[in-house]
């Protein structure tokens, strides 16, 4: 983590923390038959500082609600809206927000009583409905099973953090025709919108092409576009500050939040605009892959796939298996894995290229091949897709090393190489990465001579045609 050196900064870490711990030792001791509440003890309460903002939503019929926001609180690890105490759910059918009850199980949802149309007085509905202590418990615990669990330093600030993506099963495809599903969210505060623009259907064909040409045609990546107005204020995106108390207070935070809008916007997918869509080819039961763009310019943030280092926040254990907000699907197909992008950063010209062919690479199983800790080492520097970003890339992108297309995809074959022992006149011929000639060498592994027997050095040929969308932008060469 980045050393804070303002001093309020500190305070509301500290009391973050304080806070998480609070959270911890009372799931544990409710989870703990050892420990007995006092009778004469008040209720617990997850979190006693509760923000309340002044808030509007918009209804199907374009009916604005004065509503207020509540964060924090009693049994609310999110936020909720509510007005005059009696607390809403967004109904996705009817796209507008009703009046909240809590079911069976300890959840909430809406009833079909469209706030601006039914009084809940006369319905006699009762104020102050939230979700269920125990469905918060295992809220709570989820994300903080998964904070603990996660030894990644600074968890979000890297672009990426995924480590060991070899193992991870139910991988985007890396042979055929993938359909991937990209949905543009709009900020309740940011006006109209069009999606996709010009713009963006260039940077996905952009992407399609860029591997078409590193797979040597074996993967074709069609982009079906979707988009999803969010009644959530980009202030929500920006950091909390006296002038903006509905802003994130630290990277985990944001984190939270990004995964909170990348749930909504899977559930308001219309299953009538998807039902064609073959989204899982691969049959492994998990869809393909879902890239968000947030809209908006929200400075230098990076971007992140949730769901691989999260996956049980999307499916926590005993929660309810239907509540779509923790399980989404598409056309009854599981989500367990997304990329988030940030829009300034995707539209950033070479950057955003980058960007979504980067991460399109960890949805194919792809590891970073940077460093995640500052240390003046670049390990494969620029000649790696999978590295950090330069910035003298140009529309043309540097491929994945021979390596990762031999380890984790069938672009190259074994064959294709080969272990070799250096011998005195021995000659090989090693054809440029970019141009697969079947029965030709791709590149060629030496077995490291101090290495144990799974370490070897690989021999590659990049070439460099600035007119190529692959290679065309390599240094020194
Ligand atoms: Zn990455």
Redesign the pocket.
């Known amino acids: 983590m980045k050393i804070q050196n303002c001093k309020i900064k500190q305070i509301i870490v500290l009391a973050m923390i304080l806070i998480m711990m609070t959270i911890l030792l009372a799931s544990l001791s409710v989870n703990s038959n050892s420990v007995d509440f006092q009778e004469n003890e008040p209720k617990r309460t997850w979190n006693e500082r509760e923000i309340i903002m002044d808030w509007e939503l918009t209804q199907a019929d374009g009916t604005i609600l004065k509503v207020e926001r509540v964060s924090g609180g009693f049994n609310n690890p999110f936020h909720f809206y509510r007005i005059n105490g009696y607390t809403l759910q967004y109904d996705r059918n009817i796209r507008s927000w009703c009046w909240a009850y809590q079911d069976e199980t300890g959840h909430l949802r809406p009833t079909e009583y469209p706030a601006h149309l039914f009084d809940p007085e006369e319905l006699g509905f009762e104020k102050d409905i939230r979700r269920s202590e125990e469905v918060t418990i295992k809220i709570i615990q989820e994300i903080l099973e998964t904070f603990i669990e996660s030894d990644i330093p600074g968890m979000r600030r890297?672009?990426?953090h995924?480590i060991n993506m070899r193992n991870t099963p139910n991988r985007c495809p890396t042979n055929g025709e993938v359909q991937s599903i990209v949905i543009y969210i709009s900020l309740d505060d940011q006006g109209p919108h069009e999606f996709p623009t010009d713009e963006y259907v260039m940077k996905f064909d952009a992407l399609n092409e860029y591997y078409q040409a590193v797979s040597y045609g074996k993967l074709n990546i069609t982009s079906h576009y979707f988009f999803y107005n969010s009644s959530i204020l980009s202030s929500y995106f920006t950091e909390q500050d006296s002038t903006n108390l509905n802003g994130y207070t630290d990277a985990n935070a944001l984190l939270l939040r990004e995964q909170e809008i990348a749930l909504y916007s899977i559930a308001s997918l219309d299953t009538l605009q998807t039902k064609n869509i073959d989204i899982d080819i691969n049959e492994d039961t998990v869809v393909d892959n879902v890239t968000i763009i947030l809209r908006g310019d929200f400075g230098n943030k990076t971007n992140s796939?949730l769901g691989y280092y999260r996956r049980r926040i999307f499916i926590p254990e005993g929660m309810d298996k239907e509540d779509p907000f923790f399980n989404p699907t598409i056309n009854n197909i599981p989500v367990r894995n997304l990329i988030f992008h940030y829009e300034n950063v995707v539209l950033d010209g070479s950057l955003g290229n980058f960007a979504l062919a980067?991460?399109f690479?960890?949805a194919l199983g792809f590891?970073?091949l940077?460093s995640y800790i500052d240390i003046d080492i670049l390990p494969v520097g620029p000649w790696d897709i999978?590295a950090e970003y330069h910035p003298y890339y140009s529309d043309s992108l540097p491929s994945m090393s021979a390596y990762i297309k031999y380890k984790y995809t069938n672009w190259i074959e074994p064959a294709d190489i080969p272990l070799i022992k250096l011998a005195r006149d021995s000659t090989y011929t090693i054809m440029p990465l970019t141009n697969y000639i079947p029965e030709k060498y791709v590149a060629l592994r030496i077995k490291a001579p101090l290495g144990g027997t799974n370490e070897y050095f690989i021999i590659e040929n990049r070439r460099k045609d600035p007119s190529a969308i692959v290679d065309g932008s390599l240094p020194g060469s």
């Open positions: 890297r672009p990426s995924i796939i980067h991460e690479g960890h590891p970073d940077y999978m």
